[in-house]
Each structure stands twice: as structure tokens, then as C-alpha cells.
């Protein structure tokens, strides 16, 4: 069983920066960050795997978020900057155990999420 457990979040003004952490407890292959906005789908933010260098992002925050991880920690971190108020939503720490599932961006676990809320 793999538990999930999500720190960070927040409010912040336009243009600001806040930081998300996940730490992960079980064994997983790799990690990724979604966000939910109400009236709108969930979306895509940012994944990575354990052991390879890449990390992928969704195309509305390439160049402004940041995801990395702590191997040792078993946590991973989502630096986000330059946040704007489509930025606001619910997000959401998941795990995958398997780096194929992550092709397929259905992870195995979720977070409980954490309220992201940017101000204008």
C-alpha cells in the first residue's frame, strides 16, 4: 500500500511563488503532480521517475513549475513561479507503479490535495 502525504499550498498574489511537497511512502516507479479547478477537467502538471533524468510537464506550466525529488526522502517537491489565477486549483500529488503507467498519466494512488489559490 502506498500513502501519499502533501504539504505546502496556499494563497499568494499573481506573479508569486509557492512550493508543494509529496512524500511517499511505499514502493513506487515515479511520481507526478495533477490540479483540478472546479467547473474545468483535471489536468496534467508535471511527472518524473525515480531513477531517470527526465521529467515531463503539462504545456500550461512548462517554463514556470518545477518538479524534483529527493530520492532519499522519498518526497518530491513542485516549485511553482510566475503563478497566475488560472493557476488556482486543487492540487494533487499521484504515484505510479510502473513507468509505463505514467505514458498513460493514470496514476495508481492520489494525494488527499492541497488548495492552490492564486489572487489577482
Known amino acids: 500500500q502506498v500513502q501519499l502525504l502533501e504539504s505546502g499550498g496556499g494563497l499568494v498574489q499573481a506573479g508569486g511563488s509557492l512550493r508543494l511537497s509529496c512524500a511517499a511512502s511505499g514502493r513506487t516507479a515515479a511520481m507526478g503532480w495533477f490540479r483540478h479547478a472546479p467547473g474545468k477537467e483535471r489536468e496534467f502538471v508535471a511527472a518524473t521517475t525515480w531513477s531517470g533524468p527526465t521529467t515531463y510537464y503539462g504545456d500550461s506550466v512548462k517554463g514556470r513549475f518545477t518538479m524534483s525529488r529527493d530520492n532519499t526522502k522519498s518526497t518530491v517537491y513542485l516549485q511553482m513561479n510566475s503563478l497566475k489565477p488560472e493557476d488556482t486549483a486543487v492540487y494533487s500529488c499521484?504515484?505510479?507503479?510502473?513507468?509505463?503507467?505514467?505514458?498513460?498519466?493514470?496514476?495508481?494512488?492520489w494525494g488527499q490535495g492541497t488548495q492552490v489559490t492564486v489572487s489577482s
Open positions: 499521484a504515484a505510479f507503479l510502473t513507468v509505463q503507467s505514467v505514458g498513460s498519466l493514470v496514476p495508481d494512488y
